[in-house]
T-cell receptor
Framework: KNEVEQSPQNLTAQEGEFITINCSYS?????LHWLQQHPGGGIVSLFM???GKKKHGRLIATINIQEKHSSLHITASHPRDSAVYIC??????????FGQGTRLTINP | SQTIHQWPATLVQPVGSPLSLECTVE??????LYWYRQAAGRGLQLLFY??????ISSEVPQNLSASRPQDRQFILSSKKLLLSDSGFYLC???????????FGSGTRLTVV
C-alpha cells in the first residue's frame, strides 16, 4: 500500500512569501493530486498530474516520477491562500491515498 | 457542467440512531462515486467506492454501509451509530483514474 508523506505539517508565512509544500510517496502511481481544504471542510481539486509541471494562476505543481516526489508552490502568497493542502495519489483500482495534509497560514 | 450535491451539511445524532447521507451528481453519466471520512485531526480515509449501479466496494470494515440505487446517487447509511462514527464525510466523483476528482461540500456528523 502506498504511503504518502507531506512536509511540513504546518507552515506559517507572511503575505507575499513564496511557499513550497512537499509530497513523497512510496509506490509507483498513475497520478498525483493536490487538493485544497478550507476551514469549513470543503475540498477543491487544484491539480492532477502524472508528469512534469502544471501552473494555474499563482499555483505551480511539479512531479518527479523517478524520485516519487511532488511539490506545490504558491507565489506571492496571500491570506486567502490559508487552508490545508492535501496530496493524494492514485495507484490503481479507482482509489486515492491521501497524505495527512499541510496546514498553511498566511499572515497579512 | 457537472455538479455534486451532498446533504445535510451538519448532523447531530444520538448513539444507536440510524444514518442516511445522500450524494447526487448532475451533468455526467456513469461516474465513479466515493465516500470518504475525515476524523478529527486525521487525514481522509476512503470508506466506499462504486463504479456502477449496485456495485459497492468497501475499504474499511465498519459500522457503515453504502448503496447506489441510481447511476448518480450514492447513499451512506448506518443502522446504529457509534460515537466513533463522528467525523466529516465527503462524497466525491470521478470519471476514472486518468481524471480529477470533484468533492461535495461535506457533512459534519456528531454522534452524541
Amino acid at each position: 500500500k502506498n504511503e504518502v508523506e507531506q512536509s511540513p505539517q504546518n507552515l506559517t508565512a507572511q503575505e507575499g512569501e513564496f511557499i513550497t509544500i512537499n509530497c513523497s510517496y512510496s509506490v509507483g502511481i498513475s497520478a498525483l493530486h493536490w487538493l485544497q481544504q478550507h476551514p469549513g471542510g470543503g475540498i477543491v481539486s487544484l491539480f492532477m498530474l502524472s508528469s512534469g509541471k502544471k501552473k494555474h494562476g499563482r499555483l505551480i505543481a511539479t512531479i518527479n516520477i523517478q524520485e516519487k516526489h511532488s511539490s506545490l508552490h504558491i507565489t506571492a502568497s496571500h491570506p486567502r491562500d490559508s487552508a490545508v493542502y492535501i496530496c493524494a495519489v492514485t495507484e490503481g483500482a479507482q482509489k486515492l491515498v491521501f497524505g495527512q495534509g499541510t496546514r498553511l497560514t498566511i499572515n497579512p | 457542467s457537472q455538479t455534486i450535491h451532498q446533504w445535510p451539511a451538519t448532523l447531530v445524532q444520538p448513539v444507536g440512531s440510524p444514518l442516511s447521507l445522500e450524494c447526487t451528481v448532475e451533468g455526467t453519466s456513469n461516474p465513479n462515486l466515493y465516500w470518504y471520512r475525515q476524523a478529527a485531526g486525521r487525514g481522509l480515509q476512503l470508506l466506499f467506492y462504486s463504479v456502477g449501479i449496485g456495485q459497492i466496494s468497501s475499504e474499511v470494515p465498519q459500522n457503515l454501509s453504502a448503496s447506489r440505487p441510481q447511476d448518480r446517487q450514492f447513499i451512506l447509511s448506518s443502522k446504529k451509530l457509534l460515537l466513533s462514527d463522528s467525523g466529516f464525510y465527503l462524497c466525491a466523483w470521478s470519471r476514472g483514474n486518468d481524471y480529477g476528482y470533484t468533492f461535495g461540500s461535506g457533512t459534519r456528523l456528531t454522534v452524541v
